[in-house]
Each structure stands twice: as structure tokens, then as C-alpha cells.
């Protein structure tokens, strides 16, 4: 079979999980710190400056209060202050070191600030106080990928699938991984249970296309090329793609409907950018096929 230009996988953006808002253990007695209140008033109502300036007048009445330290930490999370933020959270593990929620989200400042050894060593203590926090295990595969630890990354990678469905994101991760890797029908896999659990994501069944084609799977390629161009029917490259899919099995086969179906997908690219002379000479140069 005539070997085809394999589509470019879709290199996914690193996301690591977001933080969660820290939840304050309040005493139900006693009065209430009025900077407190205001604080949380103006961080629900989305006004993080006033909930900001709130939280820090406490701490500088009460350098150590939990709540107000909580507080901060979710409000700077919230702007995009990570480094701040970090240091907040740090503060907090001082005072509550088995905090998991304030780990948790420390660890993810780190990573968002590229302090990788630093986020990997927080999301591993999270792990071994539970080795089935997804989120944890899910962000520490983000790290060890950035870190280029593929290997490391695969498995816990292959530990987040194990463990829950509800992360398509995560067999993407896995997809591109296994790319890196040379694991062609892993990937392939990878990117199939991806595209299946969130369908209507063109990048998922882009790289299923890719990585079926890498590993052989031509029967799959095409379908989910021909996914590719239902969920983004004006894109001409996804069209020119699938016409050179079918036209590679074609040249294998010498089956006249993957020659027609090639033609068809190339005239559908032509036809929406007829700007591609290349496409446009490799359709002229193509069999025309026999009459029915």
C-alpha cells in the first residue's frame, strides 16, 4: 500500500486539573470577624480585589488564621496569581500539614509556574496518602510529560483510565504519549477511547485518524477521518485527507469505490479552497473509474 502522509496528531495543551476552593473550618461559636465576612461576601461575588484587600487586613491582625489564609489563597488562585498564591498555600501547610485540598492546590501553582520537581514531589505525597486521588495522579502525568519522564507518565496515565471514565482528556494525554513513545497501536487505542467518550471533539478523532494510520488500521483511519469532515464538513484539508486515505486503499485493493470515494473527497476539498494545485494535480493524475 502506498504510504500517505500521516495527518499531524493534535498535540494537547498541558491542563492540569484546577484547584479546589478550600473549605474553612469555621467555629460555630463566637463572633464573627467582620473582615472575614467581607471577604467571603466580595470572593463569592466575584470581586477579588475587595476580597483580597479583606483577607489581608486579618492576616495582619492574625498572621496565622486559618480561615483568612484559605481565603486568600482562593481568591489569588482565582486572579492568576500563582506565585502568590503558592506561598499562601505553603502557609497553610505549616499550620495543617495533612490539609490535602491546600497540597493538592499548591501543587498545581508549582505547575503552572514550571516548578515541575516541586509540583512532582507534592502530587507523589498526595498519592501516597491516597493512591486513588485521580486528580492528583491525573497532574502529576502532566508534570512527568513535561518533564519528558514518558514512560513515568504512561503509567500513571494508564492508572487515571483504570480508575475512571470521566476523564476523556486523559486517553488523549495517553494518545500523544504513546506517539512519543513509537507505541503506534497503543496510541491508536489511546485516541479511539478518547474520541469515543467526548464525540463530538474534532482533535480526538483527528489524532484516531493519525494514529490508526501510523499503525496499519486503515479501516479505522478512514472512519474516523470521515468523522473529522461531518463534525468540520468546511474544512478542506479534512476532506483532502480522507481522499488520500481512500485513494492509499485503493492502490492496495484495486477496489473501484475507494477510487471514487477518493476522487469524491478530493473534489469536496477543491471545492471549498480551489486554491490547491497540488490536490488539484494529483486528482488529475488519478485513475477515473470504470463506469458502473
Not at 505525597?125 to 486521588?133: I, S
Not at 486523559?170 to 485516541?191: R, S
Request: proline share 4%.
Amino acid at each position: 500500500m502506498q504510504a500517505v502522509e500521516a495527518a499531524r496528531v493534535s498535540v494537547a495543551a498541558q491542563e492540569f486539573l484546577p484547584p479546589q476552593r478550600l473549605a474553612a473550618s469555621r467555629s460555630a461559636s463566637g463572633p464573627l470577624d467582620a473582615d472575614l465576612v467581607e471577604g467571603d461576601a466580595a470572593l463569592a461575588a466575584g470581586n477579588l480585589s475587595g476580597a483580597e484587600a479583606a483577607f489581608r487586613r486579618l492576616l495582619e491582625r492574625r498572621p496565622k488564621d486559618y480561615d483568612a489564609l484559605c481565603g486568600l489563597a482562593t481568591t489569588l488562585t482565582a486572579g492568576g496569581h500563582n506565585l502568590p498564591a503558592m506561598l499562601a498555600y505553603q502557609r497553610i501547610l505549616a499550620l495543617r500539614k495533612d490539609d490535602h485540598t491546600a497540597r493538592f492546590n499548591l501543587a498545581v501553582a508549582m505547575s503552572r509556574l514550571g516548578r515541575f520537581d516541586e509540583a512532582e514531589q507534592e502530587f507523589i505525597t498526595l498519592l501516597k496518602q491516597n493512591a486513588d486521588d485521580v486528580r492528583a495522579r491525573y497532574n502529576l502525568a502532566m508534570v512527568l510529560a513535561a518533564h519528558g519522564k514518558l514512560d513515568d507518565a504512561r503509567y500513571h496515565l494508564k492508572g487515571v483510565v483504570s480508575r475512571t471514565d470521566s476523564l476523556p482528556s486523559a486517553y488523549a494525554i495517553l494518545g500523544q504519549v504513546l506517539i512519543d513513545l513509537g507505541d503506534d497501536e497503543g496510541a491508536m487505542e489511546a485516541y479511539g477511547k478518547a474520541a469515543a467518550l467526548q464525540g463530538d471533539n474534532v482533535d480526538n478523532w483527528k489524532n484516531y485518524a493519525a494514529a490508526a494510520q501510523a499503525a496499519g488500521s486503515y479501516g479505522r483511519a478512514i472512519l474516523a477521518a470521515t468523522r473529522v469532515t461531518k463534525l468540520n464538513s468546511s474544512d478542506p484539508a479534512a476532506w483532502a485527507y480522507l481522499g488520500d486515505l481512500h485513494m492509499a486503499v485503493y492502490e492496495s485493493t484495486q477496489k473501484e469505490h475507494f477510487l471514487r470515494q477518493a476522487r469524491e473527497a478530493w473534489m469536496r476539498s477543491l471545492s471549498l479552497n480551489p486554491e490547491q494545485e497540488p490536490l488539484r494535480a494529483k486528482l488529475r493524475a488519478a485513475p477515473r473509474p470504470k463506469e458502473p
